[in-house]
């Protein structure tokens, strides 16, 4: 952004860049009035227009006034100029988890945190009736106090727009997080996908690499369709069994939110936020 354009709407001072995904770019900016901090993602309209966008941009917006949870980052407004649209959202300044990921894995316990907290955003947007299907620790921010939120539902779907068949149809994500089932093209049901990428997250954490990888795109995809990954040895039993249920090729036998909620490795220090479902 440009020095000129650095008081929006005439609302909000925007400063310096947070962080970069594939469609918009992420800024911090104060509230001229109130003072507040937060942050605001930019899309380019050329952009918008040439890639068609719109559509997702407008679902993204809906989904976030949708879903309202301690760990998801809450929205505020959408704005829009000549150029580009902007959507101002709540601030999180401890940075992406994929940031801590890529220092080293994490202890077992503090890995176990992030995927409590992941699981309970997940769950709160599978009974709004929102699919993530981008989940990835560069989409999961920290507070400083090492509270996870799940953000950026720039690919996410609502229940209401499955096809006849009951299934989601695009498919779309991160190849090392994607569902063997997303891969297939067949349809999918979108809880389960997302309950995979959260297992893929949750083996990422404690090993500090990808279960399934490969220079080769294609040769990933067999990888994931046929789950195929090893566990590294440090992995205790407990994680171990939860992980292979979680990583099941088969979204009718894979693992639920539910049971993963009783899981007794996931409920090891577990406290749940107590409020209205
Ligand atoms: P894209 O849809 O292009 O992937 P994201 O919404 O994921 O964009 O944002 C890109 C990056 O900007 C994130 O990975 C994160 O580093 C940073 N970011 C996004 N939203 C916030 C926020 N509310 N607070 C702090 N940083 C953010
Ligand atoms: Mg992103």
Same mark, same amino acid.
Request: glycine share 8%; hydrophobic share 30%.
């Given at each position: 952004m440009d020095r /000129?354009? +650095?008081i929006l709407m005439n609302k909000y001072e925007v400063g310096r860049m947070l962080g970069q995904g594939n469609f918009a770019k992420v800024y911090h900016a104060r509230n001229i009035k109130t003072g507040q901090s937060v942050a605001i993602k930019v899309f380019n309209k050329d952009m918008i227009m040439r890639v068609g966008l719109k559509e997702q941009i407008k679902r993204e917006i809906s989904v976030m006034r949708r879903v309202t949870h301690p760990n998801i980052v809450e929205f505020y407004e959408v704005m829009a100029s000549k150029t580009k649209i902007y959507f101002a959202m709540e601030l999180v300044k401890g940075g992406e988890l994929f940031n801590k990921v890529s220092r080293g894995r994490l202890k077992e316990d503090v890995a176990r945190k992030y995927f409590q907290q992941l699981i309970e955003?997940?769950?709160?947007?599978?009974?709004?009736?929102? =699919?993530?299907?981008?989940?990835? #620790?560069? $989409?999961?921010?920290?507070?400083? $106090?090492? $509270?996870? /939120?799940?953000?950026?539902?720039?690919?996410?779907?609502?229940?209401?727009?499955?096809? +006849?068949?009951?299934?989601?149809? +695009?498919?779309?994500?991160? #190849?090392? =997080?994607?569902? #063997?089932?997303?891969?297939?093209?067949?349809? =999918?049901?979108g809880a389960m996908a997302d309950i995979w990428s959260c297992g893929v997250i949750l083996y990422v954490l404690l090993a500090g690499y990808l279960p399934f990888n490969d220079k080769n795109l294609m040769d990933m995809y067999k990888k994931i369709s046929k789950a195929d990954y090893k566990f590294p040895q440090w992995f205790r039993p407990e994680v171990k069994r939860l992980l292979n249920r979680i990583l099941d090729p088969n979204p009718r036998t894979r693992i639920t939110i539910n049971k993963i909620m009783q899981n007794t490795w996931f409920r090891k220090g577990y406290m749940q936020i107590e409020g209205p479902q």
């Open positions: /000129k354009s +650095t955003a997940v769950d709160h947007c599978h009974r709004r009736g929102v =699919y993530h299907r981008d989940l990835k #620790p560069e $989409n999961l921010l920290l507070e400083e $106090n090492g $509270n996870l /939120k799940v953000l950026d539902f720039g690919l996410s779907a609502l229940s209401e727009s499955k096809s +006849t068949d009951g299934l989601l149809h +695009t498919t779309c994500g991160t #190849p090392a =997080y994607v569902a #063997p089932e997303v891969i297939k093209k067949k349809g =999918y049901d």
